[in-house]
């Protein structure tokens, strides 16, 4: 599938998902008198969080139970062999032996995105080039940052009373206050780094070719949930109040649908709850697959131990003095050699 067959998918596919809520919480009740904000405002959030949490374990279970009879860490450092061979710092988390160091490389992993740090983009012209990529590296990391922030911040919305830590993100992140309300950095930071990783999957005609819509789905969802985020927030103010009441009653299992909530928050709502389910489906499980990643969670100690495949059967051996016990008396009538003569007549009595 070429590229703009996979973007016109993945954007009507974005486009229906807004227009369902809109049309049954919008337009159904000035047509036929139907209200749905029941459906959208508990039902599939329900569903959604379900899905969610059973999808996830389901995959890590699955993942979990795949053998893993070698080890094959991915490695980019010098092993620790003879004493005198150099192993420092840098080759103890490269190449960890031991459990502090795959404790350490995957702290660096999950929290700094070491390996994508250091990776390095290829370009063909009359000779092969390897270049930095540390663009794409530091959108990354202003994704993932930026995302988490927003997820921290929406937590007023959820408990009562807020953590402590919550205002204190908030300050932070509302650092640079140019309007009121507060300007949040994390949403447009949010916006930048995934409007980057969409604009280096359309304009590198490589990423353009390998790419397939479910590259580009997620993309757009995230988008169009931080534009209508931004949207209540900063154009069409929503009522605050009504919607702490209703998530207030998602948390407690005491749902209820307040008054004067916009359709707006409705089409948040439905798209946040769709990025729940698709997510255990998606390639957005390297959340949780990084941690089951054998490249990334074993040591690199074959040259210390001995790895045994546990696949191998279990082989009745035939050894060479039993086979000769077993046919001495013909190897000796053949004229070929035997380690043990055969016992005489006198020696068996």
């Known amino acids: 599938m070429n590229a703009i067959a996979s973007l016109i998918l993945s954007g009507g596919a974005i486009s229906m998902l807004v227009a369902i809520p809109f049309l049954a919480v919008w337009a159904l009740p000035y047509v036929y008198g139907i ?5 959208f405002g508990i039902v599939i959030p329900y569903v959604a969080v379900i899905i969610f949490f059973v999808g996830i374990v389901y995959r890590v279970v699955q993942w979990a139970k795949c053998p893993v009879p070698f080890r094959i860490p991915s490695t980019c450092a010098q092993q620790k062999s003879l004493p005198w061979i150099k192993y420092g710092y840098a080759e103890k988390l490269d190449n960890p032996i031991s459990t ?43 994704f993932h940052y930026s995302f988490l ?36 950095q994390s ?24 790419s397939l819509p479910a590259d580009y789905f997620p993309l757009f969802l995230i988008l169009t949930i931080a534009g209508t985020g931004i949207l ?14 209703l998530t207030m009653g998602l948390v407690s299992f005491r749902p209820v649908i307040p008054e004067g909530i916009s359709v707006l928050f409705y089409i948040h709502l439905f798209l946040v709850s769709v990025l729940f389910a698709y997510f255990p489906f998606s390639k957005l499980m390297h959340m949780a697959g990084v941690f089951l990643s054998p490249t990334r969670n074993l040591s690199n100690n074959t040259r210390i131990v001995r790895h045994i495949n546990p696949w191998n059967p279990t082989v009745k051996l035939h050894t060479y003095e039993a ?6 008396e013909k190897m000796i009538g053949a004229g070929l050699p035997v380690e043990k003569q055969a016992a005489s007549p006198a020696d068996k009595e």
Not at 189 to 199: K, M, Q, R, S, W
Not at 323 to 328: G, H, L, M, T, V
Request: proline share 5%; aromatic share 16%; glycine share 4%.
């Open 149 to 184: 922030i927003v997820l921290i911040r929406h937590l007023r919305f959820f408990t009562e009373p807020m953590p402590f830590f919550v205002p204190i993100i908030e300050k932070v992140d509302g650092f640079f206050q140019f309007f009121l309300p507060v300007v949040y």
């Open 100 to 142: 502090a160091g795959v404790v350490g490389r995957m702290i660096l992993e999950v929290l700094c995105f070491r390996s994508l740090f250091r990776n390095t983009r290829m370009e063909f012209g009359t000779d092969i080039k390897y270049k930095s990529a540390k663009w794409l590296w530091l959108a990354a990391i202003v």
């Open 323 to 328: 086979y000769e016990d077993d046919f001495r």
């Open 232 to 245: 209540m927030r900063y154009v069409l103010k929503a009522d605050v109040v009504s919607i702490k009441e």
């Open 35 to 39: 209200h749905l904000e029941w459906l």
């Open 187 to 210: 949403g447009p930071l949010l916006g930048a780094a995934l409007t980057f990783l969409l604009l280096r999957r359309l304009l590198d005609p490589k990423m353009r070719y390998i």
